[in-house]
């Protein structure tokens, strides 16, 4: 999948990254909520770097930028996510019922 790589996505998926782990410190539960993978529901390792790991944070596009080319750089449209998540996930649309399903993927 074709992506650009600018400084500016950078900027934004480190901000991004940095308010997920933030949100995963927090006392309050229903921000810590925030901070999961949103297609499984389940915390992220916000202490490996991205990428690194199956259970490290990915930068995760609600509307895919296959699709949505415009939205790339929308933080409305993205979503923290287990990097292996993402990966399963693949260009599947988000109401195909994941996070029920994930025995499917296997
Ligand atoms: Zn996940």
Not at 29 to 34: G, N
Not at 65 to 83: M, S
Request: one cysteine or more.
């Amino acid at each position: 999948m074709a992506r650009s790589n600018t400084r500016r996505m950078n900027l934004l998926r480190d901000e991004f990254l940095a308010e997920g782990r933030k949100q995963s410190e927090s006392d309050d539960p229903e921000v810590r909520d925030l901070s999961e993978c949103w297609l499984c529901k389940m915390p992220i390792d916000y202490v490996a770097d991205p990428h690194s790991t199956d259970d490290s944070h990915n930068l995760d596009h609600y509307f895919i930028v296959r699709d949505y080319p415009e939205l790339e750089e929308d933080v409305g449209n993205f979503r923290h996510a287990h990097r292996l998540c993402n990966l399963n996930r693949g260009t599947k649309s988000p109401s195909l019922g994941l996070g029920t399903a994930v025995a499917d993927w296997w």
